[in-house]
């Protein structure tokens, strides 16, 4: 007759639960995964389903009560480590956004707002544009499995125990934040470049004919043009995001080392 102790139970449970925990932590707040439209259900039944193939080839976890002192702080360096490596991967696509915002604000869209499904708020609709665009060229280049696989990879070099990120970890992830900006600014500057050139010039024809009205003119030709170097910058937005993405990667596999 078969007979299981509760310790038994207890390390079975434990082998899959603390990875769950940094998978769904990731899953939570990584792009795509983590968009308000995605119900939460579906979250668990993805993190459940990656769990169950991974769990076999994870290193065990024997001799750790879940429910002890140690259990509780393991638990919580999965949560840390799965949020940062989301957080990590969501700042590439929150460049991509703020620099649509950017642009936006420089061609006279700002007041262009609508509610934004992958944030459940109002934002500009340039910089929604850019999201949906760099989110369907992140599936095309299978950017989702590129994430679980560097996800699932992390588990061989920062095992579950708990260490969790440590010092460098933590500071590479603050470093790595500041490419929200940088990478906005990449994606943006060309285009407000371009714009704040055409400014220039209603500026020039305001001082020599102080009666036209610039604001009835002026407005309709920034916002084309605008549309125009959009169009014309399209290419090199892809760009951009897909070299933010690589980082972003290497950013990731940094920190679980």
């Known amino acids: 007759m078969l007979s299981l102790s509760a ?11 603390w990875p769950f925990v940094r998978i769904g932590a990731c899953l939570m707040v990584a792009p795509i995964f983590g968009a308000r439209y995605v119900p939460a259900r579906m979250r668990i039944v993805i993190a459940g389903a990656i769990t169950l193939l991974v769990a076999p080839l994870l290193p065990s976890t024997a001799g750790t009560e879940m429910f002890s002192a140690t259990g509780l702080v393991i638990t919580a360096q999965q949560v840390i480590i ?11 696509f929150e460049a991509v956004a703020f620099g649509g915002q950017l642009l936006a604000n420089s061609m006279g869209l ?7 499904p992958l944030h459940g708020a109002s934002t500009q609709v340039l910089g929604q544009f850019y999201t949906l665009m760099v989110t369907l060229t992140f599936l095309a280049l299978n950017g ?8 699932v990879d992390g588990f061989r070099t920062l095992p579950v125990g708990t260490a969790g990120l440590g010092n460098d970890g933590l500071w590479m992830l603050m470093k790595w934040s500041g490419q ?11 285009g407000m ?15 020599a004919a102080p009666t036209l009205n610039l604001f009835a003119v002026g407005f309709p030709i920034s916002l084309v043009l605008g549309l125009l170097f ?15 993405v690589q980082v972003a990667f290497q950013a990731m596999t940094a920190m679980q080392r």
């Open 7 to 17: 310790g038994q139970l207890e390390a079975w449970v434990a082998q899959l639960f």
């Open 82 to 92: 799965g949020l940062a490596l989301g957080f990590a991967l969501q700042l590439a």
């Open 110 to 116: 700002s007041f262009a707002m609508s509610v934004d």
């Open 144 to 151: 989702h499995l590129m994430m679980i696989e560097t996800l």
């Open 180 to 190: 929200l900006f940088s990478g906005a600014l990449t994606i943006a500057l060309p």
């Open 193 to 207: 470049t371009a714009l704040t050139i055409v400014n220039l010039g209603f500026g020039i024809v305001s001082r």
């Open 230 to 244: 959009i169009l014309a910058g399209l290419p090199a937005v892809q760009g951009s995001f897909t070299t933010l």
